[in-house]
């Protein structure tokens, strides 16, 4: 941590400054130090931030202090504080940081999201709610039901506002911004700022303070980043080799289709490797399992489409592997993200074939670096031809940038295959040499050139607005 800021200097009331202790947090994290003042101070911000740097705690405990310390009446079903979310993974876990931090406090909260049988959420509406968490669906049902009251809403919190957009939630955010009240303080946080958020935050915030973290693609360092370059059909094999190998206990593994995802675990599980895959065509009670024996060490290996993925927050975890690059460069960021958190450190290894190879030029574009090309280790015996499951091949060719973006305009959060080519495995048989890994700047790629940065002074509007306490 770079900021000097300590938890004491933020004046959170006791019972939170408890909590935090308990939690194991000793200094705010870069986005706390800047975001808790001003959220404490009352008018709307725009933060850049992403998964990982402990946003979460940035806006929750700021939010806890003021409803904590700002007494209001609450009735049943009708929350001070709403925060919208993506997905269903990301809600829990908002809400679970709610439950730790607000632990000794009396206020109440509930998560919201669709998947699961509606009922039970009726039950919790009919009691105080202080917090809302919420995905944009679910919310919506429960308007239209009348279950919930948004009319006392304080605090509005737009978390990942980049992936809820991407994710074609845009009409709900507006259905939900038309039943809330005027007077409110507005908190919008996004990793990435494209035309549409920015058109976004300037019709939702008034004169808002804007914080910023370093980009995790501009502090990725502490994750070790290599990639092996493997034929596509060589991958499931390589990948049980090198779990055994390396005896990793806790892989998070990615796969760019739902079908890749439950292909990879069942061949995971027939070498005897434990695996779970989650994706939107789970269940939400079985993407839940899967993380939970993720989590306890009931699974080694989780494999998850980078939509499912959002918002997995696991501590430490210190291995992830790219089974496919992904199509859009910035979701390499989010899914190396998952690993060397909070600035633990850990590694990232991709598994790329000849085709990905125009991926992989944009992902070094991005994060301005060259990923270290490691040779297969000694010991890994290639599949026979004979040996290889039908749809073992490489993805279809990248179409650059401009191609198809996961889980664009997708309700369930579940991006959208691109598998199927229907080609035939392609690319020279792995390398069974021994060599020493090749050094920093040996891929086979141009060198990374610098990516513009993008601008955020347009982010602003000039209407005042306050919370209206
Ligand atoms: P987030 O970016 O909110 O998903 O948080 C990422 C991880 O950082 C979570 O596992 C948090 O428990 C952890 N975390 C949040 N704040 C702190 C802090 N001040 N010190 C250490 N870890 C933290």
Same mark, same amino acid.
């Given at each position: 941590?770079?900021?000097?800021?300590?938890?004491?200097?933020?004046?959170?009331?006791?019972?939170?400054?408890?909590?935090?202790?308990?939690?194991?947090?000793?200094?705010?994290?870069?986005?706390?130090?800047?975001?808790?003042?001003?959220?404490?101070?009352?008018?709307?911000?725009?933060?850049?931030?992403?998964?990982?740097?402990?946003?979460?705690?940035?806006?929750?405990?700021?939010?806890?202090?003021?409803?904590?310390?700002?007494?209001?009446?609450?009735?049943?079903?009708?929350?001070?504080?709403?925060?919208?979310?993506?997905?269903?993974?990301?809600?829990?876990?908002?809400?679970?940081?709610?439950?730790?931090?607000?632990?000794?406090?009396?206020?109440?909260?509930?998560?919201?999201?669709?998947?699961?049988?509606?009922?039970?959420?009726?039950?919790?509406?009919?009691?105080?709610?202080?917090?809302?968490?919420?995905?944009?669906?679910?919310?919506?049902?429960?308007?239209?039901?009348?279950?919930?009251?948004?009319?006392?809403?304080?605090?509005?919190?737009?978390?990942?506002?980049?992936?809820?957009?991407?994710?074609?939630?845009?009409?709900?955010?507006?259905?939900?911004?038309?039943?809330?009240?005027?007077?409110?303080?507005?908190?919008?946080?996004?990793?990435?700022?494209?035309?549409?958020?920015?058109?976004?935050?300037?019709?939702?915030?008034?004169?808002?303070?804007?914080?910023?973290?370093?980009?995790?693609?501009?502090?990725?360092?502490?994750?070790?980043?290599?990639?092996?370059?493997?034929?596509?059909?060589?991958?499931?094999?390589?990948?049980?080799?090198?779990?055994?190998?390396?005896?990793?206990?806790?892989?998070?593994?990615?796969?760019?289709?739902?079908?890749?995802?439950?292909?990879?675990?069942?061949?995971?599980?027939?070498?005897?490797?434990?695996?779970?895959?989650?994706?939107?065509?789970?269940?939400?009670?079985?993407?839940?399992?899967?993380?939970?024996?993720?989590?306890?060490?009931?699974?080694?290996?989780?494999?998850?489409?980078?939509?499912?993925?959002?918002?997995?927050?696991?501590?430490?975890?210190?291995?992830?592997?790219?089974?496919?690059?992904?199509?859009?460069?910035?979701?390499?960021?989010?899914?190396?993200?998952?690993?060397?958190?909070?600035?633990?450190?850990?590694?990232?290894?991709?598994?790329?074939?000849?085709?990905?190879?125009?991926?992989?030029?944009?992902?070094?574009?991005?994060?301005?670096?060259?990923?270290?090309?490691?040779?297969?280790?000694?010991?890994?015996?290639?599949?026979?031809?004979?040996?290889?499951?039908?749809?073992?091949?490489? %993805?279809?060719? #990248?179409?650059?940038?401009?191609? !198809? *973006?996961?889980?664009?305009?997708?309700? /369930?959060?579940? =991006? @959208?295959? $691109?598998?199927?080519?229907?080609?035939?495995?392609?690319?020279?048989?792995?390398?069974?040499?021994?060599?020493?890994?090749?050094?920093?700047?040996?891929? %086979?790629?141009? #060198?990374?050139?610098?990516?513009? !940065? *993008?601008?955020?002074?347009?982010?602003? /509007?000039?209407? =005042? @607005?306050? $919370?209206?306490?």
């Amino acid at each position: 941590m770079t900021t000097e800021t300590t938890f004491a200097s933020l004046a959170l009331a006791e019972p939170i400054m408890r909590a935090i202790a308990d939690a194991g947090y000793t200094t705010p994290t870069p986005i706390q130090a800047q975001a808790i003042p001003q959220v404490l101070a009352g008018g709307d911000l725009l933060a850049a931030a992403q998964t990982g740097t402990g946003k979460t705690a940035g806006f929750t405990l700021p939010i806890l202090h003021h409803l904590s310390t700002q007494a209001a009446q609450s009735k049943p079903g009708r929350p001070r504080c709403l925060i919208l979310v993506p997905t269903r993974e990301l809600a829990a876990q908002v809400e679970e940081s709610v439950k730790t931090y607000g632990k000794y406090l009396s206020l109440t909260s509930m998560v919201m999201f669709g998947g699961v049988n509606i009922n039970p959420q009726f039950k919790a509406l009919k009691s105080r709610v202080d917090i809302l968490v919420a995905t944009p669906g679910r919310l919506l049902d429960h308007m239209g039901q009348k279950t919930v009251d948004l009319s006392g809403v304080e605090i509005l919190v737009l978390d990942e506002a980049d992936r809820m957009l991407d994710m074609g939630f845009i009409r709900d955010i507006k259905k939900v911004l038309a039943v809330l009240p005027k007077q409110r303080q507005n908190l919008l946080f996004s990793a990435t700022f494209s035309d549409e958020i920015r058109t976004l935050a300037n019709s939702l915030l008034h004169n808002p303070k804007s914080v910023e973290v370093a980009r995790r693609n501009t502090t990725v360092e502490v994750i070790e980043q290599s990639m092996h370059r493997v034929p596509q059909a060589h991958k499931r094999d390589l990948l049980a080799h090198l779990i055994k190998h390396h005896n990793w206990q806790q892989v998070l593994v990615f796969t760019r289709t739902k079908h890749g995802a439950n292909k990879l675990a069942e061949k995971l599980i027939k070498d005897g490797i434990t695996a779970a895959a989650i994706h939107g065509n789970k269940s939400q009670s079985a993407r839940t399992k899967a993380l939970a024996s993720f989590k306890d060490g009931g699974v080694r290996v989780l494999v998850a489409t980078d939509i499912a993925a959002r918002g997995i927050d696991i501590d430490q975890l210190p291995q992830v592997v790219n089974f496919e690059l992904p199509n859009v460069p910035e979701d390499y960021v989010h899914r190396i993200g998952r690993t060397g958190r909070a600035g633990t450190t850990g590694s990232a290894l991709s598994l790329v074939d000849d085709e990905e190879l125009a991926y992989l030029r944009d992902i070094e574009k991005l994060i301005k670096r060259s990923i270290v090309r490691v040779e297969i280790e000694p010991g890994f015996v290639p599949p026979a031809k004979a040996d290889l499951m039908s749809d073992e091949r490489p %993805p279809r060719p #990248p179409q650059g940038r401009g191609g !198809p *973006r996961q889980g664009q305009g997708a309700r /369930s959060g579940q =991006p @959208g295959g $691109r598998n199927g080519s229907g080609r035939a495995p392609q690319g020279k048989p792995a390398s069974g040499g021994a060599k020493p890994a090749a050094g920093r700047g040996a891929a %086979p790629n141009s #060198p990374a050139q610098p990516r513009k !940065p *993008r601008p955020q002074a347009a982010l602003f /509007s000039s209407k =005042p @607005g306050t $919370r209206g306490h």
